[in-house]
């Protein structure tokens, strides 16, 4: 593995597909002088000599729209979810999977009054980007109109990963250059690629690289196609390891990720970072408090993650509702260097779903229901949420074994 690892420090030409396949792994580009390259290209030369052109010329976007969706009392609602566990979502209140019902509950979200004040970006599955509400207003427009920038989940899922310990790797590399750019033309304005690790299948060195090089060589091809990527390193919940050991295994993903996003010349000012909260596994004997949660969790930020980056936009990861705004809640009791906040799926919508049950006179409740999650939520990116008066329903746990979306 130290050999591959070593080809891949190389900057290598192609669109490729990852360290598993990459036929194009050690070649060298050599690309061209840097005179009468446009102003914003973001060029620079190299100790070898090679100009490198950084972000397509989208330097000056990708760096106002990172910090937009970083924005004081603001996160991101996901609605990435593939056709099939939008399928399970739908099927827990009864409802077909269909089209016309994965539709329906999407524009209840994003038709959302007032969500805007508490939701700074939504990613969508790519079903969703070319939808439009029933009267006829596509659903990008009406997210901007709400202040809220479109964003796009563009990897294609996992896969098992050959030579590793029963684990995966991340596909979607192939084709991502020209997939990008149509999204960016449809209204997308950033982008989203979720890769996985698993701490008791190891995670072994190979996974690990595999995940970081990946998610460096999406961000590099988002940015060059207009798009602040969300790089998405999810260290998984399952398993009964201590939160000490996810903060190891946290601190060696990280690290590989930084180093490969910098061998791949991404700019850290137009990213944001998804991570999972270090704390303990689902299976764990002992859980963690909030404020534990936020001591482990900013402590490794702190030792890997450039204050350069934008925003923390931390994922839910099967956390409760209130478990996950909480712990968000504890992070922000004092400054930190990005803007820590939530991107969260499950502990957004399931108290959304209770109370829509697939019902059109229930749209009204549902939309509240979201709102009172979003606002929780933004009190908590300031440091000034309070469970005090929260349902039963939203401290149960979502964790979902081997979950896959």
């Known amino acids: 593995m130290a050999a591959t690892a070593g080809i891949a420090l190389k900057q290598t030409i192609g669109m490729g597909v990852g360290l598993a396949g990459n036929p194009f792994l050690g070649q060298s580009l050599k690309l061209p002088s840097v005179n009468g390259v446009g102003k914003g290209k973001g060029v620079h030369v190299n100790p070898a000599g090679l100009a490198v052109v950084r972000a397509g010329g989208y330097e000056e976007e990708l760096v106002k729209t990172a910090k937009k969706i970083a924005s004081p009392g603001r996160g991101i609602l996901a609605i990435d979810e593939s056709n099939a566990t939008c399928g399970k979502r739908l099927d827990s209140i009864g409802l077909e999977n269909t089209e016309t019902n994965r539709q329906a509950f999407r524009q209840l979200l994003i038709t959302t009054p007032g969500l805007g004040e508490y939701i700074s970006g939504a990613i969508l599955f790519e079903e969703t980007l070319y939808q439009s509400t029933l009267d006829g207003k596509k659903f990008v427009d009406v997210l901007v109109d709400q202040n809220i920038v479109p964003g796009i989940k563009v990897d294609k899922g996992l896969v098992p990963l050959p030579g590793s310990n029963n684990e995966s790797w991340c596909q979607g590399l192939d084709g991502l250059a020209s997939r990008s750019a149509a999204y960016y033309k449809q209204g997308a304005r950033f982008a989203k690629w979720r890769t996985v690790v698993s701490i008791p299948n190891g995670p072994s060195e190979l996974a690990v690289t595999e995940a970081a090089w990946g998610l460096a060589r999406y961000a590099a091809i988002s940015q060059d196609n207009g798009l602040v990527p969300i790089v998405e390193p999810e260290i998984l919940l399952d398993g009964d390891h201590t939160i000490n050991r996810t903060q190891e295994v946290a601190e060696k993903v990280w690290a590989k990720v930084f180093y490969f996003l910098a061998e791949n010349n991404v700019l850290f000012e137009g990213i ?67 803007h820590v906040s939530f991107s969260y799926a499950r502990a957004l919508q399931n108290s959304v779903l209770k109370a829509w ?27 000034k949420y309070s469970a005090e008066g929260e349902a039963e329903e939203a401290k149960a746990g979502l964790f979902v074994k081997g979950y896959t979306y």
């Open 272 to 338: 944001l970072l998804k991570p999972s909260m270090v704390i303990p596994g689902a299976d764990a004997k002992e859980r963690a408090t909030p404020e534990q949660v936020a001591e482990y969790t900013l402590k490794v930020l702190k030792r890997r993650v450039p204050p350069a980056v934008p925003g923390i936009m931390f994922l839910s990861g099967g956390q409760s509702e209130v478990e996950a705004t909480l712990n968000l809640n504890a992070m922000n009791q004092s400054p930190n260097p990005w």
């Open 357 to 383: 049950k697939g019902q059109p006179e229930n749209i009204e409740a549902a939309q509240k229901a979201l709102l009172s999650r979003a606002k929780a939520n933004s009190l908590a990116q300031l440091g």
